[in-house]
């Protein structure tokens, strides 16, 4: 039992990691309807970025806030230079998912020009010891990485569902020449949607690099999968759906890692991402498409 409530702990800390990582596949779909498969280099990205200033004698937490700039700004540039000018020439909507697994590849790619391919140590910031709790011997960083991961979370929703910019962002995924013709300026909504998604990969890159305590330039390929089965479990384009989904995908491929092996738990996310597309395409908050006119 203790090693199970153990193994829960583990599911729900990199659940809400995986969540946060999700968010960035649900806001640029729900405004765009792109899938943007370059986010998990966006996220490798952010965390060598606050291993760039940690390596400068940064504070850990200092590193990851110019991280949090730095992507952000990423992730516009991104739009700016790649999928605004197909947006433009009214490309078949394939181009832009071509055109995000490319940047991926580039953005990898550079990561290994400055930093290498190998594994670097990254420090752990943010460990506050071992501590019991009811006879059950559990880590502060899973604890740390939960609340911190769990409290952006809720300030995005509140922000999307309560806020100007929110109604704006609201009212362009649900039609955006409507939202156009109502005033709002569906350009500075895209800019800002990339900017947030950028913000919130670097987050979870930092955190995580601090879980672990290491970065490489592989390091969002298989997250930024995972995060994606999770988005759609949860209904690609909900942000409480991302959240949902990023802690189930998080739970089951730890208790599976206790019960089937650690070898195949990677395995997990996949065939949640199969079974939610066999039997429910939407996801668990998704709705059904509206033909838009």
């Given at each position: ?42 996220y ?10 940690v ?12 991280a ?40 990898q ?5 400055k ?64 939202a156009?013709?109502?005033?709002i ?15 919130s ?19 969002g ?47 997990m ?15 668990l ?9």
């Amino acid at each position: 039992m203790a090693i199970f409530i153990q193994q829960l702990c583990n599911g729900l800390a990199l659940g809400v990691v995986y969540a946060l990582v999700a968010v960035g596949y649900s806001l640029v779909f729900g405004i765009l309807r792109l899938i943007n498969f370059s986010h998990g280099a966006v996220y490798a990205f952010g965390a060598h970025v606050a291993f760039f200033f940690v390596g400068l004698h940064f504070d850990p937490v200092l590193a990851i806030v110019m991280a949090v700039i730095i992507t952000g700004i990423l992730g516009v540039l991104i739009d700016k230079a790649a999928l605004t000018p197909l947006r433009k020439k009214r490309s078949v909507p394939i181009a832009a998912l071509v055109t995000t697994l490319g940047i991926s590849n580039i953005i990898q790619n550079l990561l290994v020009v400055k930093f290498g391919s190998q594994r670097k140590p990254f420090p752990d910031f943010f460990s506050l010891g071992l501590f019991s709790l009811g006879g059950i011997q559990l880590n502060s960083r899973q604890f740390v990485m939960f609340g911190v991961s769990l409290a952006l979370l809720l300030f995005l929703l509140l922000m999307v569902q309560k806020t100007k910019i929110g109604l704006g962002m609201r009212a362009t995924a649900q039609n955006v020449k409507a939202a156009s013709l109502m005033g709002i300026n569906v350009n500075n909504i895209i800019t800002f949607t990339f900017l947030m998604g950028g913000a919130s990969a670097a987050i979870a890159g930092g955190m995580v690099s601090g879980y672990y305590q290491v970065v490489y330039p592989g390091m969002g390929f298989m997250i930024g999968l995972k995060a994606f089965a999770a988005s759609v479990l949860g209904g690609i384009g909900s942000l409480p759906g991302a959240l949902v989904g990023g802690l189930v995908v998080g739970v089951i491929e730890s208790i599976s890692a206790l019960y089937i092996g650690s070898n195949y738990r990677d395995s997990m996310a996949f065939i949640i991402l199969i079974a939610v597309l066999i039997f429910r395409p939407v996801g668990l908050f998704g709705k059904n498409e509206v033909v838009k006119v």
